[in-house]
């Protein structure tokens, strides 16, 4: 199984539209070999620096296939998943309050009270 994800193995990206499938480079497949010799699966957030540019420069550079077995990949092995997040926006975190201002502020409206 070794020897085939060295030949032609792909490497499966979850997204929010669904896991799409990239195709590496022989170097590539080497290092994502080593990269997911624990784990099946990785989350973009626990990956190095070096590997999040990897894994963002082969989905810019290469076309997705949305399935899995489209244009003869049905007998690529799959190397790992990396599970990519949509970035949280500015506009989601402004709309959390922290905690400590709101103890605060009713604190100090019990003290008015009193």
Not at 34 to 63: D, G, K, T, Y
Not at 84 to 108: C, F, H, K, W, Y
């Amino acid at each position: 199984m070794l020897i085939e994800k060295l030949a032609a193995g792909v490497v499966q990206v979850q997204t929010p539209i669904g896991p799409r499938y990239v195709m590496p480079s022989f170097l590539q497949r080497l290092y994502l070999i080593w990269m997911f010799r624990n784990f099946p699966i990785l989350p973009h957030a626990v990956l190095n620096l070096r590997q999040q540019r990897m894994i963002n420069r082969m989905c810019s550079e290469q076309r997705f296939a949305s399935m899995a077995y489209a244009d003869g990949m049905d007998e690529a092995p799959v190397i790992g998943t990396v599970e990519r997040r949509p970035p949280i926006g500015a506009d989601q975190l402004s709309m959390r309050r922290p905690v400590t201002s709101e103890s605060r502020n009713l604190t100090a409206e019990a003290r008015q009270r009193l």
